[in-house]
């Protein structure tokens, strides 16, 4: 790889031991992937995966107090993702002991290290940090150093900003130098197409299965998507941002998909349209008849299969406003409907706290506590990472929660039947 | 014996016991019970994956395609191999993914011991290769099935 003077110097030392081997870290990595340069990250801020104090995950916290020790702090703010506890969030005080005694005992701690790394401030834990409320939003093109997985594709995909699948620590690294290595979605031949799906289906279908449906058949690869546009519109509004909020989070999380172009309707696909395909593209078709193929295939994780569930998590990738407003008029309609007051299941909804905040100012915020449904700003999965918890008949809208707890996956409708005292089917 | 040429993308050497994962392996699902729970032969826990799920890790030499899944996964690997928990090797059969490769090199650069990893050992060494197969991997990116 060939380094700028000022590059060289950091890796040969000369701004000290510790950024010469971030900065060494930083080129090895760049050269598994035939990187010729490091090129400097130009949005506002990073965003960081790592969210959470475990215990036992010393050497992570160890190299923190080291970077900090030695000055090594990033050169730009940062968000990061969800904390994995909030009282406000149904437990009881077993679960609170293995939580913050023997899981997260470090999360305070942690929390502390975060703001002298260059936390932007002390509302800045979400996965939605695209969001307006929240203002860690790229422009197109910029180069970023980013981790977590559905905000990359989120960030690639829907903004046009540029940034790889990093791991967690190397996107700390790269906001610490100031720059990434130039390979895989930094170029514009690492973003063509070499899968396309054609969506064929007779309405259109959940995000979340969608996106899990295309992760699982093309990995890592990048799918042109066609078929798509058509049922959720030509231009980026709200409705549409939410829905490829949700479905790429499951495209990157069911397999490990960090760019996806919709036909028509995401900025490169826009101006470039199928020139985005690379030669010898791969075709996926996905009908009615696949998706379902693929959503019967789902394992359920639960000892009792028929177990009553005991709690349900709404909100993995966290909310937008207006998903919280919508569920909570649906949540609300289906519970009059049945004459009810309060959800059958206790229900989390989970959002980012600035866009908690501002739902809070809206009348819908009265409506949805009078449901008996809880607001929260915790990261879902971390609570299921307890044993207990995962012991627990929980379910989900969620692929991404899905895929990495035993939390069992239903569609959004199926969902607002169960929790509004209906049946699954 | 059947012997494949890969890439070293950290070179080391190693002589293990095969751990095959046919599909992509998701390292936070995998990994995050083991870690959290003191588990020092890092069973895997990812119920999507029916080669591994329950099965020690922590010494084996790991033959997966590629990893998959959360963007946490460089830092856990890193964390596993600072904890002693990781596989002794890593052998892939694709190219190394970012995630993977950043787990690996983390490991080389801030631990004192490496984790010798080879990728783009191909098609054929995913077929041929079974769990429980002996394994010796050398500097130059050799892989011998014993």
């Known amino acids: 790889m060939e380094l700028t003077k000022e590059q060289q110097q950091i890796l040969d030392g000369e701004k000290g031991d510790t950024l010469a081997k971030i900065m060494k870290t930083l080129v090895m990595y760049g050269e598994t992937f035939g990187a010729e340069k490091m090129v400097p990250v130009t949005s506002k801020m990073g965003h960081l995966v790592t969210s959470f104090g475990l215990g036992v995950m010393k050497p992570v916290y160890e190299l923190m107090d080291k970077l900090i ?6 050169s730009q703010k940062f968000s990061v993702d969800p904390r994995p506890l909030d009282k406000n969030v149904p437990s009881d005080p077993i679960k609170n002991l293995v939580f913050k005694k023997f ?4 999360q305070e701690s942690y929390d502390k290290q975060l703001e002298k790394l260059g936390l932007l401030n002390k509302n800045a834990y979400t996965c939605t940090c695209y969001l307006d409320e929240i203002g860690n939003t790229p422009e197109k093109g910029e180069v970023l150093s980013w981790a977590e997985s559905s905000a990359v594709v989120y960030a690639n995909s829907v903004l046009g900003a540029r940034c790889n699948r990093n791991s967690g620590i190397i996107e700390l690294f790269g906001s610490i130098v100031g720059y990434v290595p130039y390979f895989g ?5 690492g973003r063509k197409a070499t899968w396309v799906v054609e969506v064929k289906t007779s309405k259109t279908p959940e995000a ?10 093309v990995m890592e690869d990048v799918p042109y998507v066609k078929g798509l546009s058509e049922m959720i519109g030509t231009e980026l509004n709200d409705e549409n941002r939410a829905y490829l909020k949700d479905f790429g989070a499951a495209t990157a999380s069911n397999g490990a998909v960090g760019l996806y172009h919709i036909a028509g309707l995401t900025p490169e696909a826009k101006e470039q349209g199928e020139s985005l395909i690379a030669e ?7 009908d009615d008849a696949e998706l379902e193929r693929v959503k019967n295939g789902y394992p359920v994780m639960w000892k009792d299969k028929n177990a009553v569930p005991k709690l349900c998590f709404i909100g993995c990738p966290h909310l937008t406003l207006a998903q919280l407003k919508e569920w909570t008029e649906k949540i609300s309609a289906g519970l009059a409907a049945k004459g009810l007051k309060k959800v059958k299941v206790p229900t989390v909804l989970t959002a980012a706290p600035d866009v908690a905040e501002e739902f809070s100012k809206l009348p819908d915020a009265a409506r949805l506590k009078a449901t008996g449904a ?4 915790i990261c879902p999965l971390m609570y299921m990472n307890n044993p207990l918890a995962g012991k627990m008949p929980v379910i989900t809208n969620s692929n991404k929660l899905r895929t990495y707890t035993t939390a069992r996956y239903y569609t959004s409708d199926e969902i607002l039947r169960i929790i509004t005292g209906g049946a699954a089917k | 014996m059947k012997t494949f040429k890969g890439r070293a993308v950290v070179p080391g050497t190693a002589e293990a016991t095969a751990l095959v994962s046919h599909g992509g392996f998701n390292t936070l699902a995998s990994y995050q019970k083991s870690l959290m729970f ?9 119920q999507n994956n029916p080669d591994l799920f329950g099965k020690p890790m922590a010494g084996t030499a790991l033959c997966l395609p590629q990893t998959i899944g959360s963007t946490t996964g460089g830092m856990v690997l890193y964390c596993a191999h600072a904890m002693e928990r990781s596989p002794a090797c890593l052998l892939f059969s694709n190219h190394i993914d970012s995630l993977a490769a950043a787990g690996a090199i983390l490991a080389d650069v801030w631990t004192d011991r490496r984790l010798p990893t080879v990728d783009c050992l191909g098609e054929e060494f995913i077929k041929t290769v079974k769990t429980g197969d002996r394994i010796k991997v050398y500097e130059d990116g050799t892989v011998e099935i014993l």
């Open chain 1, 103 to 106: 899981m997260y005992s470090a």
């Open chain 1, 69 to 74: 020790a030695d000055g090594a702090v990033s």
């Open chain 1, 185 to 189: 979605l930094l170029t514009d031949e």
């Open chain 2, 38 to 46: 003191g588990d020092k032969t890092g069973k895997c826990g990812d």
């Open chain 1, 280 to 286: 010898n593209a791969k075709t996926y078709v996905i």
């Open chain 1, 374 to 377: 809880v607001l929260s700003y």
């Open chain 1, 208 to 217: 979340q299965v969608l996106g899990s449906a295309i992760g699982m058949k």
